[in-house]
């Protein structure tokens, strides 16, 4: 069995509630998507946690902290570089292994034995492309992406959890009680976002893989804190807070 999440963005207390849920179910494997850092107020410590996973991607927001944020609106742009001036404010060998480990990802991951590939995006773009919901009535976009996934892609990003099939479809996990059982038929799966869902849940999000049976699961976490401290940075937008209570 295996934990997929994705695009943390800083947010310590959903990261510890999703890791406390998934041990508590016994998954001792974890994967992370990418976008650890970006919009939230513990970057380093999210960092610092997720190093001990089994494996994670580069987000774009990890991208843009490292090197250069491009195409980002003014809110995110200053959260990156504040991200960025944390990183950099860390000493020690602590804040080198940081910068090491973000510069390290890779922006795909390829599971032979079940012929899967992972991507913070999409496999045509898996540092940058959206996959969204309405994406489905985009047939040459669906169509192209889904001609560079062997069997099945899981992916982050839109921050949107849910199954596209190879016959564009999109099914949200409400609409499939939250489990979907791979076959023959091609997909991408987004597992959602663990620190700043935005499909009108406000609550964790994130996906176990256990043979066929993929299974999304939402998870509480204590936001008011996190908000709290958004609203005590100025470089980060008290919108990046509010909109945690909407799940938007
Ligand atoms: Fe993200």
Redesign the pocket.
């Known amino acids: 069995m295996r934990a997929l999440i ?2 943390i ?1 800083g947010n310590l207390e959903a990261l510890q509630a999703v890791l406390a849920d998934i041990e508590s179910k016994g998954i001792k494997e974890i994967f992370c998507l ?2 650890v850092v ?2 939230g107020p513990n970057p380093a410590e999210c960092i610092d946690l997720v190093m001990d996973l089994d494996m994670c991607l580069l ?3 990890d991208s843009a902290a490292l090197f250069d944020p491009e195409g980002f609106n003014a809110g995110a742009e200053r959260a990156i570089f504040w991200t960025r001036s944390v990183l950099e404010r860390g000493t020690g060998s602590k804040a080198e292994r940081r910068w090491d480990f973000l510069g390290e990802l890779s922006r795909r991951y390829r599971d032979e034995a079940s012929r899967t590939i992972f991507v ?1 995006g999409s496999a045509r773009n898996p540092l940058n492309e959206y996959v969204f919901p309405d994406d489905i009535y985009n047939q040459v976009k669906m169509e192209k992406i889904f001609a560079l996934i062997e069997r099945y892609c899981f992916q ?2 839109t ?1 949107i959890p849910g199954v596209f099939t190879e016959s564009l479809e999109f099914f949200s996990p409400e609409e499939i009680g939250f489990r979907y059982q791979l076959d023959h038929q091609k997909v991408m799966i987004n597992v959602g ?1 663990v620190g ?1 869902p935005r499909n009108n849940d406000p609550r964790s999000s994130y996906v176990t893989v256990d043979g066929n049976e993929v299974q999304f699961h939402r998870v509480s976490y204590d936001m008011e804190k996190t908000i709290e401290k958004i609203y005590a940075i100025p470089e980060l937008d008290n919108f990046l807070g509010d909109r945690l209570r909407e799940g938007r």
Do not use: C, P, R, T
């Open positions: 994705s695009d963005h990418g976008d970006g919009y987000g774009n927001h913070h982050g990003h921050h976002s700043q």
